[in-house]
């Protein structure tokens, strides 16, 4: 993968409006090349919405977003970016195998790859059996493998943990890991403080803006929190008396 000194994801001034909701009203944040960076908060904190931004999935009012130094959602990046929403984006009546076929087939991928993506995510033993017929464990992990054809220099995983039991957490967070050290980037959207442990950075949201941007020691240190969650609450109660106040 080529190297470069800029951050793999850039937003500067976000501006996202749905329906007539504010949902992000003005934000900006950098993703290092390389890094497991997790992005925290609780749900309709505005998680989801930022990483549609990203990828070129949400109509937005303003602002700019680029990955790799390109427009996000722009035609170069199709390759190079890979992104799991939390709805399955597979074909429910195939097999995963004839999903990863399908897929590497659209982004040039080698014949090769469908297999090695299924021993990346452990999926071997069941890749011939209709997608339709496995736990949602196997389909979270289908959906991954969807994602990783073509080895994509940056991954968007909109809260790819969240219901699993923690085996299967475990699991996929030590998958996350062994990709970011070999060079990928990874943006993890989770609403369990306490998967802020497995990340090399936090971006910590609530209500369409970042409370957070940083290692998880700094934000026990700032907070004086002994864990991220109690450290969320410390965050989210200091912003709300600054409100207050103002």
Request: glycine content about 10%; aromatic content about 4%; charged content about 20%.
């Amino acid at each position: 993968m080529v190297k470069s000194n800029g951050p793999a994801i850039s937003v500067v001034g976000l501006r996202v409006i749905r329906g007539k909701n504010l949902v992000i009203p003005d934000l900006s944040l950098e993703v290092p090349r390389g890094a497991l960076v997790g992005l925290l908060g609780p749900s309709g904190s505005g998680k989801s919405t930022l990483m549609r931004s990203i990828v070129g999935a949400q109509i937005v009012a303003g602002g700019e977003v680029s990955i790799l130094g390109l427009p996000g959602g722009t035609a170069p990046l199709r390759h190079r970016v890979g992104y799991v929403t939390q709805a399955p984006s597979v074909y429910m009546d195939l097999s995963a195998r004839e999903n990863l076929r399908y897929f590497s087939s659209l982004v040039g991928a080698p014949k090769s790859d469908p297999q090695r993506v299924l021993d990346i995510v452990g999926l071997a033993d069941c890749a011939d059996r209709p997608v339709n017929t496995l736990s949602g464990g196997q389909l979270t992990r289908v959906s991954l493998s969807v994602a990783l054809v073509g080895k994509p220099e940056v991954l968007i995983l909109d809260e790819p943990t969240v219901g699993l039991d923690p085996v299967l957490r475990r699991d996929l967070w030590s998958v996350f890991r062994s990709l970011a050290g070999q060079g990928a980037t990874l943006l993890v959207s989770s609403h369990v403080m306490d998967e802020a442990t497995r990340c090399d950075r936090l971006l910590i949201m609530r209500g369409g803006g970042i409370l957070f941007d940083g290692t998880l020691p700094a934000l026990l240190k700032q907070t004086k929190a002994e864990d991220a969650d109690d450290a969320f609450l410390a965050l989210a109660d200091a912003a709300d008396a600054k409100e207050a106040a103002a």
